[in-house]
Each structure stands twice: as C-alpha cells, then as structure tokens.
C-alpha cells in the first residue's frame, strides 16, 4: 500500500506590542487568492472577518463553506487554512489576540475565573455569522475600525469591547463541551501540538528534551528531529522563546530585579537568561524595558520572536 504523502504545515508565530493586547492585519495585504497557503497554526488566538468573497475553511478535519459577514474563531494550536473559489479574489481583515495576557490582567484577583474563561475560549474553533452572531458581528467590526483609524481613546475603546467579544465567544463554548484531541491526522502534528500546551503551562519549571519526547513516546533524537522539522527551531530554542516572550512581560509591567525574573520565567541563571535575551530580542534586557516604557509604537516594545507569522 502506498504511504500517505504527509501534509506540510507551518507554524506561525506573531508579535503582539506590550501595551495592547492585540494587532489588526487589514487592507489591500488580505485581498488576494486564499488556497495556496498551507495548513498552519498559530500562536495567539485569530478572529477573521470576511468582508467579501466565499469559499471553504478546512477547521483540522472539517471543511466549513464561507462568504461575506463570516467570522472565524481559532484558538492558538489548531491547524486550519483558507480556500476561496478558483480566480475569484477574496478580502479579509484579522484580529490576534492574546487571550491569556488580557484576561489575567483584567481578572487579575480572580485567577480561578480567568482560566475558566481561557478553557471555554481554547476548547474549539468554528465559524460564525452575522445572522447568527450579531453581537460579535458588531464588536469585531467595531475593534476592527477601532485599529483602523485609531482615534482619540481607541485603546481603551478596544479593551472594552474585546473583554465582552471574548465573554460573548466563551458563552457560545458551553462549560460541559469538550475540547478536540485531535484536529488533524497527522499523529506527528498532534502529538507536537500536546508539547506545545506543556511548554506553555511548564515554562517556570525545567524541561529536559527527554521530557517533551516521552510526551510524543518517540525516541530524544526522533522527537528533536521532528520537531524541528514542524516548527522550524529546536526544542530547547522554542522554550528559550517562551520564556523570553514571558520576561518581556514582566519587565514591562513590574520592577522587579532581573535575577528574579529570570528565575520566574525558568532560567537558573541570571547570565544564561541574558545571554537569551540578547540572541532573541537582540539588546540586553535593561534596555529593552527602557524602550518598553517609552513610546508606544517604539519597535522595542514588542515581543520578538523568530518565527514570522504571513
């Protein structure tokens, strides 16, 4: 019998400013022909708006039509990607939002109801409309044209509408749902994807590759070789990634001392954090949350990552 021709799918990593908890791709970029991309996934939750156009959301293992008004609603880590209909030209606009930053600062004295609302939001992706969904018909339009033409008070314009948008999707994820376990077949994928979420709920402790390879039950050099081949950087790179995005939190938002932080975001030494800092962000961790306090639209004040998203 002939072997399944595995599918190629890519990992696509965003950059998010400090100070908000969001970024918009809009405009003459997202009209084109959607199909030729890949499979892929991301780090941070996507909403997409379909403005015009129509075509087939392949959602892991379900293929979903859309068209004009749809709305989308990816979780990070779940494959997915978009095909239109053959010479016709297609126009979307997206939002990627950091869901756990936001939430966690906005519940920041209730943890318990802020994973709550985590769980409900990452539990599945599924596509909507306005005349099934007015509400979040209007509270991503309205964020959306927000980012746009980025008026007087827009921030804090965005922040209100995103927390009812995100209320507003979780009441659409009931509490007794259950997450999928698997979205796609590629066991290779889904267990890379299992690593992912320990990663991000394990970053503070040590990870030893052997560890993510026992989650995956492959051999340490099978483990690394595939992972590397689906995200494009090492094991031990990716959690070095992980854990610097985290310090850059901390160093925007606290004062705390840069041994400390080090400490909390999983790195024993406070040289060996530097060291990572510099390679990831490529200045040192004091000047960097110098620029992070500075202007709002100062590159320094984003997270910076080596894998590209688009």
Same mark, same amino acid.
């Given at each position: 019998?002939? @072997?399944?021709?595995?599918e190629y799918v890519e990992f696509r990593y965003y950059e998010i400013p400090q100070r908000v908890p969001l970024?918009?791709?809009?405009?003459?970029?997202?009209?084109?022909?959607?199909?030729?991309?890949?499979?892929?996934?991301?780090?941070?939750?996507?909403?997409?708006?379909?403005?015009?156009?129509?075509?087939?959301?392949?959602?892991?293992?379900e293929d979903v039509r859309y068209g004009e008004g749809t709305i989308t609603v990816i979780p990070k880590n779940f494959p997915h990607h978009t095909t239109g209909r053959?010479?016709?030209?297609?126009?979307?606009?997206?939002?990627?939002?950091?869901?756990?930053?936001?939430? @966690?600062?906005?519940?920041?004295? @209730?943890?318990?109801y802020a994973n709550t609302v985590l769980e409900r939001l990452h539990s599945r992706m599924f596509l909507t409309s306005r005349e099934e969904a007015p509400e979040i018909d209007a509270l991503v339009r309205v964020i959306l044209n927000e980012m746009r033409n980025k008026e007087e008070f827009y921030l804090e314009s965005?922040?209100?509408? %995103?927390?009812?948008?995100l209320l507003q999707i979780a009441r659409m994820n009931p509490a007794d749902s259950v997450p999928e376990a698997k979205v796609i077949d590629d066991g290779c994928?889904?267990?890379?994807?299992a690593v992912l979420d320990y990663i991000e709920?394990?970053?503070?402790?040590e990870i030893k590759v052997g560890q993510l390879a026992q989650i995956c039950h492959m051999s340490e050099t099978h483990f690394r070789r595939v992972f590397t081949e689906y995200m494009n950087t090492s094991p031990a790179e990716y959690v070095n990634l992980v854990r610097i995005?985290?310090?850059?939190?901390? %160093?925007?938002?606290?004062?705390?001392?840069?041994?400390?932080?080090?400490v909390k975001v999983g790195f024993q030494a406070s040289a060996t954090f530097i060291r990572n800092f510099k390679k990831i962000v490529g200045t040192a961790p004091h000047q960097w949350r110098s620029a992070a306090r500075? @202007?709002?639209d100062n590159p320094s004040n984003y997270n910076v990552s080596v894998l590209k998203g688009w």
């Open positions: 019998m002939k @072997k399944k021709e595995k970024i918009a791709l809009m405009g003459e970029r997202w009209v084109t022909r959607y199909g030729s991309d890949p499979m892929h996934f991301h780090n941070y939750m996507e909403i997409g708006y379909c403005c015009y156009g129509e075509g087939v959301m392949h959602l892991g293992k053959d010479e016709v030209f297609d126009s979307w606009e997206y939002l990627f939002i950091d869901t756990e930053r936001f939430l @966690k600062t906005v519940y920041a004295d @209730k943890p318990v965005v922040q209100g509408c %995103l927390l009812t948008l994928l889904n267990s890379i994807l709920k394990h970053y503070q402790e995005e985290r310090a850059c939190e901390f %160093l925007a938002k606290s004062d705390e001392r840069l041994e400390d932080i080090a500075g @202007k709002e």
